[in-house]
């Protein structure tokens, strides 16, 4: 296992090779460590490529959220109707990267976590209704540049603790000024429900360390199951409101391997 990285300041002019033999900042005299011009260098060249490696996975997802606020404003232009309530985004920190590095075991170089980590680069789009989720999932699918990598259908099957939502992993093209790159980004679809819930459980989970004990777990475990009783109330409300009484759309042939993840 590669030791971890120590984060040096290196705002300062750096002194020539000559003067450096024996130099030590006041903060690394007192720490007792010196520094090898070669080995600031090297902490400057990871800097960089790290810089540009998050700007990747930045630039993907936002062409994502623009998908997804495109989709939704040509929805109420075309269709009188607005099936996208919110779109957030989330970037992955440094240190939640190296977390999930260290946790999983992966090499800690920069294609080892492109290939192995999915999830740096995360758009969540909160639905008004369950037909909604599917129908816009769809919607994002079709497009010629999207390509879908994995989908994970935790409505249809939700986790235990009564977690739902739509998970996929999908590559868009970012354009650089050194060419085109593809880019993966964790797109989760889910109801207003869901995210309540979804929201709920996370501030339970941190408040409790993770520790969470068993009558809060059935108590959340019943909460999923109203919330998912909510979910069908409103939605057939909804279609005797618009007179429409279609079943809700699913994702097209989905199959699941031998991980347990789903794939278009």
């Given amino acids: 296992m590669t030791p971890p990285i120590r984060i040096i300041d290196i705002s300062q002019p750096m002194p020539t090779r000559g003067a450096y033999v ?3 900042t006041a903060e690394h005299a007192a720490e007792g460590v010196v520094v090898d011009p070669r080995t600031l260098s090297e902490a400057r060249q990871f800097r960089d490529d790290f810089t540009r490696f998050l700007s990747q996975y ?6 994502v959220e623009t998908k ?3 989709l939704r404003e040509d929805f109420e232009n075309a269709h009188a109707y607005n099936p996208i309530e919110n779109v957030e985004t989330r970037l992955k920190t440094a240190d939640s ?10 090499d800690p170089d920069l294609e080892s976590i492109r290939t192995n980590i999915l999830d740096i680069a995360g758009v969540r789009v909160t639905c008004s209704f369950v037909t909604d989720v599917y129908r816009m999932f769809n919607q994002l699918r079709a497009q010629d540049d999207v390509q879908v990598r994995e989908i994970k259908d935790y409505i249809a099957n939700p986790k235990p603790n ?9 590559d868009v093209p970012v354009f650089l000024s050194t060419g085109k790159v ?5 797109v989760q679809f889910r109801t207003i429900a869901m995210d309540f819930w979804a929201s709920l459980e996370h501030k339970t ?3 409790y360390d993770k520790q969470v004990p068993k009558r809060i777990l059935d108590s959340l475990r019943d909460a999923a199951l109203t919330a998912g009783e909510l979910d069908e109330r409103m939605e057939r409300i909804h279609r005797e ?11 097209l042939r989905i199959v699941e391997d031998d991980g347990g993840a789903q794939r278009a």
């Avoid at 930045?58 to 062409?63: A, D, K, L, P, V």
């Avoid at 009564?162 to 999908?170: N, P, Q």
């Fill in 22 to 24: 024996g130099a030590m």
């Fill in 68 to 70: 997804m606020l495109i």
């Fill in 162 to 170: 009564g977690y739902k939502s739509l998970h996929a992993i999908v």
């Fill in 182 to 186: 593809r880019v993966p980004v964790e």
């Fill in 97 to 106: 990267i190296a977390d999930k590095v260290m946790r999983r075991g992966i």
């Fill in 241 to 251: 409101i618009h007179g429409s009484a279609s079943a809700p759309v699913r994702p």
């Fill in 205 to 207: 989970y941190y408040k």
């Fill in 58 to 63: 930045s630039f993907g997802m936002r062409e």
